[in-house]
């Protein structure tokens, strides 16, 4: 067993027993990609950072139903990624204008060429960050629900109380505009 | 499109955004009023126990203090409301031994004997209810503090992680106990300033000590089980390839084996592999293994080998023979085997080389190289074969007689 997943656990394992210490420890381990998966969901840094203290509010509440077989990661992803949907449901009481099941013709999407999009290998983290914000809230919720954090579309309609047909086409438009940013290189790649 | 998927998966997947140590001090503020970190009810026993030291500190003060001829010029009231004072403290916790000690200056202000003994009698008694002369509300007070004992808990250094079985020297140097529990039942107390050797049994280890008057509880260690090392060989050895193979195979699955033979030679580092036995009799086999929580454990077996190996070699043959498999001679196993050798045939009688081959495609044909003859028939000669790269465990020279038989 590495030492990491070890010392993990032993983590886990204070923050079971409500220790302090422990909870900061994993609250720094995690901070800098749950604070990434906050702002996937928000506009500005303080409403991530609200997000990631109500997330780990209940992550530590929640904690000791943690089973220590799966990857704690995606237990603790999930979480904070659910709290940032509550969170934007909170605040709007339509936060996320879904389009209609109607909506979804997957053939108007008239996406580049595959070969081209090949060429692309990477994209900056920063970028694509900065792509997925300019996104609407509908498209850029089902973006990150699908691709990001890889829910189905059958949970993430339950989630977002939407229809799977509204998620496959709020999906659809938001990988198309984001290969419209790519296209006018309001994002480029290396 | 998919690709698009990709591409923001592969580029966001590993995206994390800088440690900010404020964001701690907010969440924790939040955990406080959201997870507050109960008092066990010992420290509430401390509390009391504190509180009592307290009183009997008092009342053993002007136990002496009546005894002194000073006192006998002290205000008997301002006794009795010092008394008084000390019992309020306690009782009223919000209160500040200083908030006290003001209230008891006014009152004795107030009385009419203003003599300089009462003075510093009352300079006396307050140093006592406040030894450090601390500010501090009496609820932060603690029996640690009263007693002269460090507000600061040096856990022990040790390992995060031990195994089953191992035994380990815990040191406690702080001049408090500490206890030691586990969640395998097991509960030591390990005194003020003193090491205990503790064998370790499988579950989380906690440590337990009381400071400040709060029972504090972190997390030691975690002690995992032993995975028994074992495995198992197959009953009946094979030849492959030229060679005797005899499949040992980890009867568990680890994280990583090593096969070792009795002279410590690393045989393999799989969980099964083929080993070569190459003389009849027992052959000392250990396997070690680190289980994939960590702990090692190792076994040693014998393995028998019913017949010893001699490179697979016939000890007749026929020359004169038209079946080429029987007409000339050379060792099985190094057709098989791939390796470079010199084979010899020795005539017994003389010690004389009559044949020499490096090639496996120059076996020996029964012709004696001095004479140009074919040997005698039912006569056997010698062969040895020497080799340049041989397996763990394997001799390079090897040796047998051959004889002709006629056709």
Known sequence: METKKVELDLIIKGCIQNERKAQEKLFAMFYGKMLSVCFRYTIDHDSAQEILQDGFIKVFEKIGTFDFKGSFEGWLRRIIANTAIDSIRKNKKKPVLFENDTDFVSEIINPMEDAEIESFKTLKAEIAMEAIKKLSPAYKTVFNLYVLEEYTHKEIAEILGISEGTSKSNLAKAKQNLQRMIETKLVKFD | ?407
């Open chain 2, 1 to 407: 499109m998919n690709n698009i998927e990709e591409i923001f998966r592969n580029s966001l997947k590993n995206i994390e955004a800088p440690y900010d140590p404020k964001a701690w001090e907010a969440m924790s503020k939040r955990l406080d009023q959201k997870l507050p970190v109960k008092n066990p009810k010992t420290s509430f026993k401390w509390t009391w126990f504190a509180s009592g030291l307290i009183v009997i500190a008092v009342a053993s003060y002007f136990a002496i203090q009546k005894n002194e001829p000073k006192t006998i010029l002290a205000d008997k009231s301002v006794q009795q409301k010092t008394e008084i004072s000390a019992e309020n403290q306690i009782e009223s916790k919000g209160k500040s031994v200083k908030q006290v000690a003001k209230i008891n200056e006014s009152e004795i202000t107030q009385t009419t004997n203003t003599k300089i003994e009462n003075q510093i009698q009352f300079e006396k008694a307050h140093l006592i209810f406040n030894p450090a002369k601390i500010d501090t509300p009496i609820e932060t007070i603690s029996a640690n503090a009263l007693l002269g004992t460090p507000s600061v808990f040096k856990t022990p250094k040790t390992g995060t992680k031990y195994c089953e079985n191992e035994i380990v020297t815990i040191q406690n140097s702080n001049d408090l106990s500490l206890g030691l529990v586990s969640s395998n039942g097991f509960n030591s107390v390990i005194k003020a300033n003193s090491s205990s050797n503790i064998e370790l049994n499988p579950g989380d280890y906690f440590y337990s000590y009381l400071l400040n008057g709060k029972k504090e509880r972190e997390i030691a260690f975690t002690v995992y089980a032993k995975v028994k090392a074992d495995f198992y060989a197959d009953e009946e050895m094979v030849f492959y390839k030229g060679l005797p193979v005899s499949n040992l195979s980890s009867t568990n699955t680890a994280s990583k084996y090593t096969w070792l033979n009795d002279k410590g030679v690393v045989l393999s580092k799989e969980k099964s592999f083929d080993a070569h036995f190459f003389s009849k009799g027992n052959h000392a086999v250990t396997l070690a293994i680190q289980a994939e929580n960590g702990c090692e454990s190792k076994i040693t077996k014998n393995v028998r080998c019913e017949a010893s190996y001699n490179l697979l070699a016939m000890n007749s043959f026929i020359p004169t023979s038209s079946n080429s498999k029987i007409n000339t001679f050379l060792p099985y196993a190094l057709l098989e085997r791939n390796i470079p050798f010199t084979m010899q045939i020795i005539d017994p009688k003389t010690g004389q080389i009559l044949y020499e081959t490096k090639s496996e495609s120059e076996p020996w044909d029964g012709i004696d190289k001095r004479t140009q003859q074919l040997i005698a028939p039912s006569t056997p000669y010698i062969w040895k074969v020497n080799l340049e790269k041989t397996e763990i465990g394997e001799s390079k020279n090897y040796q047998g007689t051959i004889t002709r038989f006629e056709d």
